[in-house]
């Protein structure tokens, strides 16, 4: 039970509170009456002001973005990022890792991320040295001395020196191992006058010999007590390759029952012991496909990050943005050669004028397939390349003087 005066008590502090309740309104009322409602016409006579403070806070606002945008390009840049899993397709199968033996486009892709040679091919073409730091010729140009790099290392941790150089020459040699590189080095005699140096001796001179130095070296702790004979089907090739390239083997996965749909993945990891820059990518994998239509359906399902070897990209891929296309130009040209002794092509000007009547420019725009128009019988990365000595240029008037002067004279048909 509530007494009387407490009751009443209630009842004067709940009317107290009313009241206030009342006045704070009346005041709330006041105030925006006096301060908002009777002013707001104020905002007319500013308007302009308000307005020229409202567009140069725009102004500034997007002269900032825009000035952010425009200077990033000189204190940022891209830079590769550590990790990431990359998997290319190619035309093809895995036979073989070991560079004395891979020849096909698979096996070639492996092998040249697992095995590293004395020389190789820069980003321009150019050849420089993988595992040589230097090479040097004698004024004859048939002894060679080549010097390795420092503390160059397999992918198992062991040493790499000249005499796993020699031994890889030299089973190359051996008729007994059928190395598809015999014919190349046949009366090549290797020195080994230190572990870090090899001199190869030639038969006779030939400038472009450091050409042939750029397939892989392979391990002699490994193969040295390997028959010659037994090496094309050792072990070594398929299960446990050991290189010095920029990746190691990883695993190998095969897949399909029939030869149709037999697929390879060989699985690459970086090799810690790589002489040049570590790959940042933590995983590279090559599938060899047996058509383009399989390779094409794994791109288009988002299996593949990139596909080698095809012959021209599909309509449907040339319109997606994310894909790219690269051609990598082969070193190497088509040439045709007129036969001098001929009777009709012994005649200069009759050369000459067939070389005037070709249009090389329409000839490429006539295949299914990227090409570049070459104009010397030799290519800047070769040796002897003068960029001097061209070809001589597409004009048929100059080509049917020539004939005329040759005697060649035209019919009425």
């Known amino acids: 039970m509530m007494d009387r005066s407490t009751r009443l008590r209630w009842r004067r502090q709940y009317r107290r509170s009313k009241r206030q309740v009342e006045d704070f309104g009346t005041q709330t009322e006041n105030n925006l009456e006096r301060l908002f409602f ?6 007319i006579e500013v308007r302009r002001f308000v307005f020229s403070w409202l567009l140069l806070l725009s102004l500034l606002i997007i002269g900032v973005v825009l000035q952010t945008r425009g200077l990033s390009s000189y204190y940022q840049e891209l830079k590769p990022s550590p990790g990431g899993i990359y998997t290319e397709g190619v035309i093809g199968s895995f036979t073989n890792a070991n560079p004395l033996y891979a020849v096909g486009s698979v096996d070639a892709s492996v092998s040249h991320l697992v095995f590293a040679g004395l020389m190789k091919y820069d980003q321009n073409n150019r050849l420089v040295g ?3 730091e230097k090479w040097a010729v004698d004024e004859r140009g048939v002894r060679y001395t080549i010097t390795l790099k420092d503390n160059l290392k397999w992918q198992d941790g062991k040493p790499l020196t000249s005499s796993d150089v020699v031994f890889t020459y030299q089973t190359i040699q051996n008729p007994d191992a059928k190395s598809p590189l015999l014919s190349s080095w046949q009366g090549i005699k290797m020195e080994t006058p230190d572990p870090r140096t090899v001199v190869f001796v030639l038969p006779n001179t030939l400038s472009s010999f450091p050409y042939a130095l750029t397939n892989g070296i392979v391990p002699k702790h490994l193969l040295g007590s390997t028959p010659a004979n037994q090496l094309r089907s050792a072990r070594f090739n398929t299960v446990t390759p050991v290189g010095s390239g920029p990746f190691k083997w990883g695993n190998i996965e095969v897949t399909g029952t029939t030869p149709d749909d037999r697929e390879e993945k060989v699985g690459l990891i970086p090799n810690e012991y790589y002489h040049g820059n570590i790959p940042k990518l933590q995983r590279i994998t090559i599938r060899a496909f047996r058509s383009e239509k399989q390779m094409l359906q ?9 596909m080698s070897g095809l012959d021209s990209v599909p309509d449907n891929l040339r319109n997606i943005d994310a894909v790219q296309e690269h051609n990598i130009p082969f070193t190497g040209e088509v040439i045709v050669f007129l036969k001098t002794s001929n009777e009709v092509l012994k005649d200069v000007k009759v050369r000459q004028a067939l070389v005037h009547a070709v249009d090389q420019i ?3 725009k006539g295949l299914n397939r990227p090409a570049i128009v070459s104009r010397s019988p030799l290519l800047p990365p070769h040796i002897g390349y003068d960029k001097s000595v ?12 020539l004939l005329d002067e040759a005697g060649w004279i035209r019919g009425t048909d």
């Open 38 to 43: 009777r002013r707001i016409h104020r905002l």
């Open 130 to 132: 993988d595992l040589a």
């Open 298 to 306: 794994s791109f288009e399902n988002q299996e593949l990050t990139a």
């Open 362 to 364: 329409d000839i490429v």
């Open 390 to 401: 061209t070809q001589l240029p597409p004009n048929i008037e100059q080509a049917n003087k």
